[in-house]
């Protein structure tokens, strides 16, 4: 049990429980040890990317229709042959038990519950085939990779397939992790309890990278990520696999067009939640780009700053088929394992549930361009228009 802490704390939807995924957020901190709080909450260098993620969906205003039939809203969607409750997933982080003793048990029962993708970590703490087992065909079960070497991935790819996993989410914005100045501070390592399993034996733990003034997982990574990358080893595990392979990271439409042309089945828009690239632009301004590159050939996806129903609307509106969610699953956990992480997705999709009914659009494909316009206005002075052509001499 976290230090501090006297038993669960109530999960979103409980009497007396948070009312907002920000209410959840204040929980968790209370419950976690502080440098494992700086490791969750935190992004690399300044933090401007981390801050501008979240600031962006400030700078689009919904337009909601009225007189709409939305008796019976529906926002569920499909991906990959699987209909998910509504357009979102759980985003892939790294061990889990650091904010539940279950960890991804945990986690993969709450995806379950409420009927979405979790995407489970290459890092993450527990055998990816028990995690398959806890999430009891509930919930589909993507792997996310790093670039740990060619036979590292390959096995990993070959066991998600026969474990069930129904894609590979290939993250391509880390060739190696980012110093993150918190991290630092802290010197932090992950207890030694908690450990990669998954990749335990091709890599060394991370505790093994524990030293003053540095970042284990940090330091761990510039020994153990391949830099060398690049698409042609990407084209190479797609050949290789049967399963859909998703390029994680992609915020141009360069890099999107490249994707669909190495034979992507979906991009993630997404800078890591602020957490690599300080100063990448916020993965709401990238989106309009790469979906426009894409046009419609593959998915697209989002994450970064998710907080509320609305965001996900405004997500879907500027191209995106669905959307993923990371901190605020972990502060769900943090509170109150399993509940607490299916309250924080159940809390999502009932605010996106209320989005699609007050704006007029009962289906999550209702949220077309139209559904949201930049604001302020590109047209006030002072507003930069954000994503849009400012008109001549405005
Ligand atoms: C604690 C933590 C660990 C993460 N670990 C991974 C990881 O192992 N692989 C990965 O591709 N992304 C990782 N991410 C990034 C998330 O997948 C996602 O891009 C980001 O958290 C989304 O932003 P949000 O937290 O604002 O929702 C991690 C993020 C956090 C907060
Ligand atoms: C080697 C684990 C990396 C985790 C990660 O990607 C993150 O903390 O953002």
């Known amino acids: 049990m976290p230090p501090g802490s006297a038993g669960p704390a109530p999960a979103p939807g409980t009497p007396g429980g948070p ?44 337009r909601p229709r009225v007189l709409v039939d939305v008796s019976d809203p529906d926002p569920s969607v499909e991906l990959f042959g699987d209909r998910l409750a509504a357009p979102l997933a759980v985003a892939p982080m790294a061990y889990h038990e650091l904010a539940h003793e279950e960890g991804e048990l945990a986690t993969a029962r709450a995806a379950a519950a409420e009927g979405v993708p979790l995407v489970v970590a290459a890092f993450a703490g527990r055998g990816l085939e028990e995690i398959a087992t806890a999430a009891g065909g509930g919930a589909p079960l993507w792997l996310q990779l790093y670039w740990l070497g060619r036979k590292v991935v390959d096995e990993l790819a070959d066991r998600a397939a026969v474990a069930g996993y129904r894609a590979l989410v290939v993250t391509a914005d880390a060739p190696r992790v980012a110093r993150r100045l918190r991290d630092v501070r802290n010197s932090f390592a992950p207890p030694p309890h908690i450990r990669a399993v998954n990749v335990d034996g091709a890599v060394p733990p ?22 060398s990358v690049t698409w042609a080893d990407l084209a190479r595990l797609r050949e290789r696999t049967r399963l859909p392979v998703v390029l994680k990271g992609v915020l141009t439409a360069e890099d999107a067009r490249l994707a669909v042309e190495h034979g992507c089945a979906a991009v993630i828009v997404s800078n890591h939640g602020g957490r690599q690239l300080d100063g990448a632009l916020p993965s709401l301004a990238a989106l309009p780009e790469v979906a426009e590159a894409v046009a419609g050939r593959i998915p697209v996806l989002l994450d970064g700053g998710i907080r509320h129903g609305s965001d996900i609307a ?31 997705l159940r809390l999502l999709r009932e605010e996106f549930e209320e989005a699609m009914t007050l704006a007029g659009r009962p289906r999550a494909t209702d949220f077309t361009r139209t559904a949201v316009t930049p604001w302020p206005p590109p047209t006030w002075s002072g507003a930069p228009g954000f994503g849009e052509a400012i008109p001549e001499g405005s």
């Open 19 to 62: 009312l907002t995924v920000a209410d959840v957020e204040t929980a968790a901190r209370g419950r976690l040890p502080a440098d494992v709080w700086d490791f969750i909450e935190g992004g690399s260098r300044t933090e401007w990317t981390l801050a501008a993620n979240r600031a962006q969906f400030g700078h689009w205003a919904l």
């Open 206 to 227: 991370v505790t093994a990278y524990r030293a003053a003034g540095a970042s284990a997982i940090e330091a761990q990574s510039r020994d153990r990520f391949d830099p």
């Open 314 to 344: 405004k997500a879907l509106a500027l191209g995106a088929q669905a959307v993923l969610v990371g901190r605020p699953v972990l502060w769900g956990l943090a509170c109150a394992g399993a509940p607490g992480a299916a309250g924080v």
